[in-house]
T-cell receptor
Framework: ETGVTQTPRHLVMGMTNKKSLKCEQH?????MYWYKQSAKKPLELMFV???????ENNSVPSRFSPECPNSSHLFLHLHTLQPEDSALYLC?????????????FGEGSRLTVL | DQQVKQNSPSLSVQEGRISILNCDYT??????FLWYKKYPAEGPTFLIS?????DKNEDGRFTVFLNKSAKHLSLHIVPSQPGDSAVYFC????????????FGTGTKLQVIP
């Protein structure tokens, strides 16, 4: 496999459920990201991991919990979500340095919270 | 406060003509600017970028222009093709040790055959 892969592609969950989104990159990058894309809004940066260390938490509610066990894998654990959390969640990876800001995105996980 | 703004949510262009997508930014610390293209049900893919020390970068049919004094950049696609129909995101980064890429809301381009 190549690139950035995300699973599942679609997820429907109730407000009391616990689920996880998974991301894997095969590009040898050392930085991984979670972005949220809601309708008619910019892509919102949620979390950044550099060399497995979290370097950015963009004021994300604690019901979203990231985990980065190694430079190739990134998870987003979800619990007690709200309907307004329904969105497309995009994982990305990149080189840390040198860098021009180019990100490599997965195809996204479409989340619906009922 | 949105630091990267794309004020046109949509644009329609005839095949073969030029498409011009615009973007404005407010943060003078941004040092790289990028355009991403997104098809439905796919993640965004990198298209072209420009460093803040340049005012133009060209790659085939795609050219990005940067006007730092106006804090404005634009993407020109010439000639436009139906396969260019997608959402285009303008983005900017402040690459100070780690990356924090800020995106605009996107412009949906439709190229009419």
């Amino acid at each position: 496999e190549t690139g950035v892969t995300q699973t599942p592609r679609h997820l429907v969950m109730g407000m009391t459920n616990k689920k996880s989104l998974k991301c894997e990159q095969h590009l040898g990058h050392n930085a991984m990201y979670w972005y949220k894309q809601s309708a008619k809004k910019p892509l919102e940066l949620m979390f950044v991991y550099n060399f497995k260390e979290q370097t950015e938490n963009n004021s994300v509610p604690s019901r979203f919990s990231p985990e980065c066990p190694n430079s190739s894998h990134l998870f987003l654990h979800l619990h007690t979500l709200q309907p307004e959390d329904s969105a497309l969640y995009l994982c990305a990876s990149s080189q840390v340095w040198p860098s021009n800001g180019e990100l490599f995105f997965g195809e996204g996980s479409r989340l619906t919270v009922l | 406060d949105q630091q990267v703004k794309q004020n046109s949510p949509s644009l329609s262009v005839q095949e073969g003509r030029i498409s011009i997508l615009n973007c404005d930014y407010t943060n003078s610390m941004f040092d790289y600017f990028l355009w991403y293209k997104k098809y439905p049900a796919e993640g965004p893919t990198f298209l072209i970028s420009i460093s803040s020390i340049k005012d133009k970068n060209e790659d085939g049919r795609f050219t990005v222009f940067l006007n730092k004094s106006a804090k404005h950049l634009s993407l020109h696609i010439v000639p436009s093709q139906p396969g260019d129909s997608a959402v285009y995101f303008c983005a900017a980064s402040d690459s100070g040790g780690y990356q924090k890429v800020t995106f605009g809301t996107g412009t949906k381009l439709q190229v009419i055959p």
